[in-house]
């Protein structure tokens, strides 16, 4: 791109509003930029401050040397504006939208009272990508390439109205990436073709470029008039009106993501995927798990955790396209994966993501591989609520309730024995990369999840529970789940204590000190406070009561990590202090205790 459109522009650089400067500059070649390629702004509509921007990109020849003279659908900002006029068969036979006979890359109809938009179908089923549409009132397209996949490629609003002003700002989007490999199959350049208008300070500069005029327009003096500025005085300031063709974007691609460059541990050659195959000892990387966050985050992956044989694994995978296999996860935070697994079939680009949360030799050396991750804390937890459910269903059997453990606890174990956690997406999600340095607002929100998964036990069926214990039916009618919980494991370890056996469970009195606090499950209820914990005193509270727990919160300077550890390890001690009670107490036979006096 010879042409400078910044220095050939008639007005100063210095004066001129940073956001016409940067509609004045070619676009970089990164392949992470996000380039406008349709817009239709107003801010400060009356104000001192007011800024306008009607833009669309054209899809210019690129033959086509040099500037392209201001075409007229600069001011509409839009491809075609109202509809066809024809009273007769056929009229429209040969309506064909573009920008002055330019392609465009966001196809946009308005008729000064109604907008709509969307990307050019010469684009998207030239690029291969698939649209969906979030929101209800302020909906957006997003555009994504499923093939790789690469999601938001292209962006932007559905539509807007004008009515006396523009109801909503419009900005399309599209990834540098994308944008130049389609001009570049078009053999084409990217052309931004705007309307600006800004209300300037009177500034003795600008003041100098009306001439002592109140009024000027000036266009360029020699070669295509590629832009016409309008400058006027305007309520004691400088009104500037721009209608211009800017060339933005060149065919050119961005470089792209190269696994055969990368550098692995102490490698001092590059890794390729010939290299990575012959290979046939072990040559073991290790990589931050926040390298599965990318997949983990999104529903187009498959992230669920496998254990096979005590060892947990991760397998992240896109719709059976490819998949990395052989991740093992090891320590609190890595994964251990072989080049050779690594650099089998899968795009260049996921190896790259990969290469990116490398963790050297000389860091891991440091590190314990042995501290639980948090997928063995999740499944320990699965453990506990298994044994409650399985205890919980046969204590209802003895006082004629009939549930099977998947209805009181959400889990089976046939199901988790036969497919681990395909089908518990809500293990999954609690399961995600937990890192040292998380943050309180994560930390909170996973607690939230927490707290969701053990609030699948039916309150009525514990209330029934607790009624056939003794405890009075005005007493257990309003407490929650928790207090609930809180009760049975008081009646249980009443039982257990004096060796009752289970007939002695149901019993006409009053079970004693059933409604007092117990201490054992201290941190279901500090869970349910964390749920719930989103203003800052309560947040302070809840610290005070992890502190009183046992958890050193000097920790928390650098992150909330630590601090879930112990929610949920505490949480998981109590479930299973629950089920203990509840098959202590099933294990005994019938006749080798005595009941409670009746």
Same mark, same amino acid.
């Given at each position: 791109?010879?042409?400078?459109?910044?220095?050939?522009?008639?007005?100063?650089?210095?004066?001129?509003?940073?956001?016409?400067?940067?509609?004045?500059?070619?676009?970089?070649?990164?392949?992470?930029?996000?380039?406008?390629?349709?817009?239709?702004?107003?801010?400060?509509?009356?104000?001192?401050?007011?800024?306008?921007?009607?833009?669309?990109?054209?899809?210019?020849?690129?033959?086509?040397?040099?500037?392209?003279?201001?075409?007229?659908?600069?001011?509409?900002?839009?491809?075609?504006?109202?509809?066809?006029?024809?009273?007769?068969?056929?009229?429209?036979?040969?309506?064909?939208?573009?920008?002055?006979?330019?392609?465009?890359?966001?196809?946009?109809?308005?008729?000064?009272?109604?907008?709509?938009?969307?990307?050019?179908?010469?684009?998207?089923?030239?690029?291969?990508?698939?649209?969906?549409?979030?929101?209800?009132?302020?909906?957006?397209?997003?555009?994504?390439?499923?093939?790789?996949?690469?999601?938001?490629?292209?962006?932007?609003?559905?539509?807007?109205?004008?009515?006396?002003?523009?109801?909503?700002?419009?900005?399309?989007?599209?990834?540098?990436?994308?944008?130049?490999?389609?001009?570049?199959?078009?053999?084409?350049?990217?052309?931004?073709?705007?309307?600006?208008?800004?209300?300037?300070?009177?500034?003795?500069?600008?003041?100098?470029?009306?001439?002592?005029?109140?009024?000027?327009?000036?266009?360029?003096?020699?070669?295509?008039?590629?832009?016409? &500025? +309008? =400058?006027? %005085?305007?309520?004691?300031? #400088?009104?500037? $009106?721009?209608?211009?063709?800017?060339?933005?974007? @060149?065919? *050119?691609?961005?470089?792209?993501?190269?696994?055969?460059?990368?550098?692995?541990?102490?490698?001092?050659?590059?890794?390729?995927?010939?290299?990575?195959?012959?290979?046939?000892?072990?040559?073991?990387?290790?990589?931050?798990?926040?390298?599965?966050?990318?997949?983990?985050?999104?529903?187009?992956?498959?992230?669920?955790?496998?254990?096979?044989?005590?060892?947990?694994?991760?397998?992240?995978?896109?719709?059976?396209?490819?998949?990395?296999?052989?991740?093992?996860?090891?320590?609190?935070?890595?994964?251990?994966?072989?080049?050779?697994?690594?650099?089998?079939?899968?795009?260049?680009?996921?190896?790259?993501?990969?290469?990116?949360?490398?963790?050297?030799?000389?860091?891991?050396?440091? &590190? +314990? =591989?042995? %501290?639980?991750?948090?997928? #063995?804390?999740? $499944?320990?937890?699965?453990?506990?609520?298994?044994? @409650?459910? *399985?205890?919980?269903?046969?204590?209802?059997?003895?006082?004629?309730?009939?549930?099977?453990?998947?209805?009181?606890?959400?889990?089976?174990?046939?199901?988790?024995?036969?497919?681990?956690?395909?089908?518990?997406?809500?293990?999954?999600?609690?399961?995600?990369?937990?890192?040292?340095?998380?943050?309180?607002?994560?930390?909170?929100?996973?607690?939230?999840?927490?707290?969701?998964?053990?609030?699948?036990?039916?309150?009525?069926?514990?209330?029934?529970?607790?009624?056939?214990?003794?405890?009075?039916?005005?007493?257990?009618?309003?407490?929650?789940?928790?207090?609930?919980?809180?009760?049975?494991?008081?009646?249980?370890?009443?039982?257990?204590?004096?060796?009752?056996?289970?007939?002695?469970?149901?019993?006409?009195?009053?079970?004693?000190?059933?409604?007092?606090?117990?201490?054992?499950?201290?941190?279901?209820? @500090?869970?349910?406070?964390?749920?719930?914990?989103?203003?800052?005193?309560?947040?302070?509270?809840?610290?005070?009561?992890?502190?009183?727990?046992?958890?050193?919160?000097?920790?928390?300077?650098?992150?909330?990590?630590?601090?879930?550890?112990?929610?949920?390890?505490?949480?998981?001690?109590?479930?299973?202090?629950?089920?203990?009670?509840?098959?202590?107490?099933?294990?005994?036979?019938?006749?080798?205790?005595?009941?409670?006096?009746?």
């Amino acid at each position: 791109m010879n042409f400078n459109y910044l220095e050939s522009f008639p007005l100063s650089e210095s004066i001129l509003p940073h956001r016409l400067k940067e509609l004045l500059k070619p676009v970089g070649l990164s392949p992470d930029l996000r380039v406008e390629v349709a817009c239709m702004q107003e801010t400060d509509l009356f104000g001192e401050n007011a800024e306008h921007l009607h833009l669309q990109m054209a899809v210019v020849p690129e033959d086509n040397d040099g500037p392209i003279e201001v075409l007229r659908e600069a001011g509409e900002g839009v491809v075609a504006y109202s509809v066809p006029f024809g009273e007769e068969k056929a009229e429209s036979a040969q309506f064909s939208p573009s920008i002055s006979g330019y392609d465009y890359i966001v196809a946009a109809w308005g008729d000064a009272s109604f907008y709509t938009f969307s990307l050019a179908e010469k684009v998207w089923m030239t690029l291969g990508l698939t649209p969906r549409c979030i929101g209800n009132e302020e909906q957006r397209l997003i555009y994504d390439a499923l093939n790789l996949p690469e999601f938001d490629v292209a962006e932007g609003e559905v539509s807007s109205e004008y009515q006396g002003h523009l109801k909503r700002d419009v900005c399309w989007k599209m990834s540098n990436e994308y944008l130049r490999r389609y001009l570049w199959l078009r053999g084409a350049k990217g052309v931004r073709v705007f309307f600006y208008e800004a209300q300037l300070e009177d500034t003795p500069e600008l003041r100098e470029s009306l001439n002592g005029k109140s009024h000027i327009v000036l266009k360029p003096t020699e070669g295509p008039q590629w832009y016409e &500025l +309008d =400058l006027r %005085e305007h309520k004691g300031g #400088i009104l500037l $009106q721009l209608w211009a063709s800017v060339e933005a974007v @060149l065919p *050119e691609l961005c470089l792209e993501q190269d696994a055969e460059t990368l550098l692995w541990a102490d490698d001092k050659e590059p890794m390729t995927h010939a290299r990575a195959n012959a290979l046939m000892a072990n040559y073991n990387v290790y990589l931050d798990d926040r390298f599965l966050e990318k997949y983990e985050q999104s529903n187009f992956y498959d992230t669920t955790p496998i254990n096979i044989y005590g060892q947990w694994w991760c397998a992240p995978s896109y719709k059976g396209q490819w998949s990395f296999t052989e991740c093992q996860r090891v320590g609190r935070n890595l994964i251990r994966v072989s080049i050779r697994e690594l650099y089998k079939a899968k795009p260049d680009r996921e190896i790259v993501h990969a290469n990116n949360y490398e963790v050297k030799p000389e860091v891991v050396e440091q &590190l +314990d =591989l042995d %501290e639980e991750h948090i997928a #063995i804390k999740v $499944q320990r937890l699965l453990g506990g609520l298994l044994r @409650l459910g *399985e205890g919980l269903s046969a204590l209802g059997e003895t006082t004629g309730q009939l549930y099977s453990p998947e209805d009181l606890t959400g889990f089976s174990r046939e199901e988790v024995d036969a497919n681990g956690w395909l089908h518990y997406p809500s293990l999954v999600r609690l399961a995600q990369v937990a890192p040292l340095d998380m943050t309180q607002q994560v930390f909170l929100a996973r607690c939230k999840s927490l707290h969701e998964i053990l609030q699948k036990i039916p309150n009525g069926f514990l209330k029934s529970l607790l009624r056939h214990a003794g405890c009075p039916s005005a007493d257990v009618k309003n407490l929650g789940s928790l207090k609930l919980m809180q009760s049975l494991l008081n009646v249980l370890e009443s039982l257990n204590e004096q060796h009752e056996t289970i007939d002695c469970f149901t019993s006409e009195n009053e079970p004693e000190g059933w409604k007092k606090r117990n201490a054992t499950l201290a941190s279901l209820f @500090l869970n349910n406070d964390l749920r719930i914990a989103d203003a800052h005193d309560a947040v302070k509270k809840c610290i005070d009561t992890l502190q009183d727990l046992g958890f050193d919160t000097a920790s928390l300077s650098v992150g909330y990590g630590r601090a879930f550890d112990f929610v949920i390890d505490a949480v998981s001690e109590s479930i299973s202090c629950i089920a203990t009670h509840i098959e202590q107490l099933l294990e005994r036979g019938v006749f080798q205790g005595s009941c409670r006096l009746k």
